[in-house]
């Protein structure tokens, strides 16, 4: 497989400060790099139309208003398998993924080994070297709370940074997921098991992003414990999953 047939899908809210730094560590890579910008207003889609302009495997892809980080994963998933890419990545625009790790992420999937690669936090090496401990306890105890609620062998199911084949992505139909903020991960990472695709965890360091503020907000959170345990209760009372 080509390098150039990995996307790399970023999506971007008010990221100018990191975007060209970051869309230069993908690119040595050799992969391409969609950034999926929600009309931020400090410029970020102004900067990415430039990267387009002068670099040959950055795209592009402006959505009207911030709805999201589903809706802009699944937006930049469609078009990334539509521009015929066979390994689909995800990851944040801030630098707490490095980008020096992506190989890792994309080796399992790329070699036939996995379906989904996770790179994970609470794996055996993995760490957040940078979070307080107050992060850290609402981090693993709200996996912790997937695993049990939704049966899942995941370790880190509210990670973003996630390399997949492309056809498998397409089977777990994004667009149609729930969550809108991070349990978007949790809910792809349900169907995934759901449908019996091949996971694996990879260990990877989180750091704390140095330009601009972070997206996490507690309506997020209340969002992703409220779905999962809808859904574990429909699980219990063996009403079925998400909706796919």
């Known amino acids: 497989m080509r390098s150039d047939e990995v996307t790399v899908v970023v999506p971007t809210y008010n990221e100018r400060e990191n975007l060209e730094a ?4 993908v690119l040595t890579h050799g992969y391409r790099i969609l950034i999926v910008d929600d009309a931020s207003p400090d410029g970020t889609g102004a900067l990415a139309e430039r990267l387009a302009e002068s ?3 950055v795209d592009v892809l402006h959505r009207s208003a911030k709805e999201g980080l589903g809706p802009a994963y699944a937006a930049g998933f469609k078009q990334a ?3 015929q890419a066979q390994v689909i990545c995800e990851m944040d625009a801030d630098f707490s993924h490095d980008p020096a790790d992506l190989p890792r992420l994309v080796g399992p999937v790329a070699s036939g080994r996995a379906d989904l690669t996770i790179g ?3 794996v055996p090496g993995g760490s957040t070297p940078d979070w307080p401990l107050h992060r850290r306890v609402l981090s693993r105890g709200g996996n912790l709370y997937a695993r049990l609620m939704l ?3 995941v ?3 509210t990670a973003g ?3 997949y084949r492309a056809e498998a992505l397409d089977d777990l139909q994004a667009a149609t997921c729930q969550a809108s903020g991070y349990g978007f991960q949790v809910e792809l990472a349900w169907r995934a098991t759901q449908r019996g695709l091949r996971i694996v965890e990879v260990p990877i360091v989180f750091r704390d992003r140095v330009y601009g503020d972070s997206k996490m907000k507690s309506k997020i959170v209340a969002e992703a414990m409220w779905l999962v345990t809808k859904w574990g209760v429909r699980r ?4 079925g999953g998400t909706v796919v």
Do not use: E, P, V
């Open 22 to 25: 970051l869309a230069t560590a």
């Open 55 to 57: 670099r040959q495997l």
């Open 81 to 83: 398998a539509a521009n």
């Open 120 to 122: 994970s936090r609470y």
């Open 151 to 153: 049966g899942l062998h």
């Open 155 to 157: 370790r880190d199911a």
């Open 161 to 163: 940074f996630r390399a």
């Open 236 to 239: 219990m009372l063996g009403r």
